[in-house]
T-cell receptor
C-alpha cells in the first residue's frame, strides 16, 4: 500500500529565508505526486504536481519541487519565504497503476508553515 | 468560472441524527471525490465517482456512510446515526477529465468543505 510521510508537522522560517518542506513516499512504482496548500478555513489548492517528464516541477507562488526516484522524495522548496506563505501544506500521491480506481489521493499528515517577520 | 461549492459550510448535529452534505462540482468535471479531514486521521479518501461507472466506495469508514451522484453532477454524502467521531471537515473535489485507465494524474479542485460537529 502507498503511504506518504511529511517530516515535521511544524516548520518555522524567517521572512526571506529558504522554505524546505520534506515529503517521502512509499510505493512499489513511482506514483504521481502533488503538493497542495490549505489556508485557514479554506479548501485545498494545488501548488504543483509531477506526473511525467522533467523531474523539477515549478508551481504557483514561486514554489518548486523535485522528484527524486532514488530517494523516493518530492521535497517542496521556495527560495525566499513571504508572510503570505503561512499555511498548511500537504504532499499527496496517486497510484498510476490502479485501474478503474481513478486518481484518489493519499495524503501526508501535513506541515504547518509559519513565517516570522 | 465557479469553483466547487459545498453546503452547508457548517453543520452542528446531535449524536444519532442523520446529516446530508452537498457538493456541486465544477461544470463539466466528470470525476468527483469526497475526502474527510480530521485531527486524528488527517486527510482521508472516502468515495470516488466517475461518470456512470460504479463508484469506488473503498474509503467509506462504515455502512453509516453513503453517497450518491445525481445526473453526473451534484453529489450528496449522507451520514446516518452520526457519532462524535464523525466530527470533521468533509471536502469535495472534482477533476476535469476521466483519469486515464492507468490511474489518475489530473488536478483535483477542492471545495471549501463542510465542517461537521456532532454533539
Amino acid at each position: 500500500a502507498q503511504s506518504v510521510t511529511q517530516l515535521g508537522s511544524h516548520v518555522s522560517v524567517s521572512e526571506g529565508a529558504l522554505v524546505l518542506l520534506r515529503c517521502n513516499y512509499s510505493s512499489s512504482v513511482p506514483p504521481y505526486l502533488f503538493w497542495y496548500v490549505q489556508y485557514p478555513n479554506q479548501g485545498l489548492q494545488l501548488l504543483l504536481k509531477y506526473t511525467t517528464g522533467a523531474t523539477l516541477v515549478k508551481g504557483i507562488n514561486g514554489f518548486e519541487a523535485e522528484f527524486k526516484k532514488s530517494e523516493t522524495s518530492f521535497h517542496l522548496t521556495k527560495p525566499s519565504a513571504h508572510m503570505s506563505d503561512a499555511a498548511e501544506y500537504f504532499c499527496a500521491v496517486s497510484d498510476p497503476l490502479i485501474y478503474n480506481q481513478g486518481g484518489k489521493l493519499i495524503f501526508g499528515q501535513g506541515t504547518e508553515l509559519s513565517v516570522k517577520p | 468560472g465557479a469553483g466547487v461549492s459545498q453546503s452547508p459550510s457548517n453543520k452542528v448535529t446531535e449524536k444519532g441524527k442523520d446529516v446530508e452534505l452537498r457538493c456541486d462540482p465544477i461544470s463539466g468535471h466528470t470525476a468527483l471525490y469526497w475526502y474527510r479531514q480530521s485531527l486524528g486521521q488527517g486527510l482521508e479518501f472516502l468515495i470516488y465517482f466517475q461518470g456512470n461507472s460504479a463508484p469506488d466506495k473503498s474509503g467509506l469508514p462504515s455502512d453509516r456512510f453513503s453517497a450518491e451522484r445525481t445526473g453526473g453532477s451534484v453529489s450528496t454524502l449522507t451520514i446516518q446515526r452520526t457519532q462524535q467521531e464523525d466530527s470533521a471537515v468533509y471536502l469535495c473535489a472534482s477533476s476535469r477529465t476521466r483519469p486515464r485507465l492507468a490511474g489518475g494524474g489530473e488536478t483535483q479542485y477542492f471545495g471549501p468543505g463542510t465542517r461537521l460537529l456532532v454533539l
